[in-house]
């Protein structure tokens, strides 16, 4: 028999349950002796019997399907992060991803990017696209604010532009691992459908792409140590860390740091000179 204290699920779901304010689903607001939602009306919004949510809350009954838990993330209006603690709690795992378009950053995540000022740092989301970067990454990987919306993709970059293929001294290994990573990280979003249109169009054009596309290799982002041939720079050496945005699972930031005081300079003479010409 599952003690209370061990029935993690049912104390969770009363918890949550005991939160919801009635008034707010249209419910009379009958006299009642404790707060919140009552189980049968949340089993009816979750489309179960209530014996049944009866008995999850009391920990008995088995473990609920994916689809039951999904229902009663909605009768109980969990957050994203709440419902993953659902299924954590329920199944032992988090539920499938749900992809969402990134809509940017706040302030706040941008003055991060500000704060770092010779480490080249850009904000991606799950298809690639660069939606924020610092004045050290403008000045030494890709001003991107000189590019429209669509064009500040990393693979577009990578496969069609041929000022940054020129600045790979090895491109064709970087651009296996662009590929390789970019296929992980729209699959760990749930985004490959979202991606379909933009790997049919670097298919069409590139045949290198669609080559290595073709292979289905898979790479995680990591850390590692990147170099750059700026064209009057010379030779840059960046050592790089990927990191999860917290809240924002459709977006990662990668911070590229100086490998050497000597890199630290150039990066610092890259910025002094884009600052002297001013904005574009």
Not at 25 to 51: N, Y
Not at 61 to 77: F, H, Q
Request: net charge positive; hydrophobic share 45%; proline share 6%.
């Amino acid at each position: 028999m599952t003690t209370t204290k061990d029935n993690l699920l049912g104390n969770y779901l009363r918890d949550r349950r005991a939160r919801l304010d009635p008034a707010a689903f249209g419910i009379p607001l009958t006299r009642r002796r404790t707060p919140g939602m009552r189980r049968e009306e949340v089993a009816q919004r979750a489309m179960v019997s209530t014996t049944w949510y009866t008995w999850l809350e009391q920990g008995r009954g088995g473990a609920p399907s994916p689809e039951v838990l999904e229902r009663i993330s909605v009768a109980l209006m969990l957050t994203d992060v709440e419902r993953e603690h659902l299924f954590l709690l329920g199944l032992g795992r988090p539920p499938e991803v749900r992809y969402q378009a990134a809509e940017g950053v706040t302030p706040r995540l941008q003055r991060v990017l500000d704060a770092l000022q010779l480490s080249p740092a850009i904000v991606k989301t799950a298809t690639w696209d660069v939606v924020a970067w610092n004045r050290a990454a403008a000045a030494v990987l890709t001003d991107y604010g000189l590019l429209p919306p669509r064009q500040r993709n990393i693979l577009r970059l990578m496969f069609l532009d041929a000022r940054v293929r020129a600045a790979q001294p090895d491109w064709e290994s970087v651009a296996r691992f662009v590929v390789a990573a970019f296929r992980a990280d729209a699959a760990r979003a749930g985004a490959a459908a979202n991606v379909k249109a933009l790997v049919d169009e670097l298919c069409r054009l590139s045949p290198e792409f669609e080559a290595m596309w073709s292979d289905n290799d898979v790479r995680t982002y990591g850390e590692g140590t990147k170099y750059l041939r700026h064209a009057t720079a010379g030779l840059i050496a960046l050592e790089y860390s990927a990191f999860a945005v917290d809240g924002r699972p459709d977006l990662g930031m990668v911070i590229y740091s100086p490998a050497t005081p000597a890199d630290a300079e150039r990066i610092r003479s890259l910025i002094s000179k884009a600052q002297e010409k001013g904005p574009q």
